[in-house]
């Protein structure tokens, strides 16, 4: 007689949410740097600063995710920084306050803040734990806030070997 062999993991009904899914491509993000546009790349003229972001090519940024930032160890008027906006905002697919390393991980939680969670109520969800990408804590803090309001349950880790977060008692 044949041993059947029963994967209980697949037949557990749990729900595995792979974050890295979410996580934007390389070629989706750019940064903006004003650096380049200050005057020895130190000081912000504004006129000079001005005309040098109304001859800029904006069209390199199109449909991208954008981290705007100074590198350099500048003074920089918070209106600087508003005038780039107004640039990208009609290219860029989002604009970020941020540095290019963080960015990633902030465009991340933007995405799983757009989820829409009715699609997970009352199901077990395995957050995945382990991957390739480097995924941040603010983006599992971002999808347990966003489905601990609709799950029955969430658990860290892998279907066969999961740490319980959030269980719903009621």
Known sequence: MEEVIIN?????????????????AEQEL???????????ELILREKD?????K?????????????VTCSADAIIPVWAYMLAAAYLTPVAAQVYMTSFAELPNTVLVDRIKLIDASAFADKRIVVKGCGELPISEAAYLAITAKLRPVVKSIMYGEPCSTVPIFKNKG
């Open 55 to 67: 001859n800029h090519d904006w069209s390199v940024y199109q449909n991208k995710q954008v981290a």
């Open 49 to 53: 600063f001005r005309e040098a972001l």
């Open 30 to 40: 750019a940064l903006f740097d004003l650096k380049p546009f200050l005057f020895m």
């Open 8 to 24: 209980k993991v697949a037949e557990s009904a749990l729900t595995t949410i792979d974050l890295a899914d979410y996580y934007p």
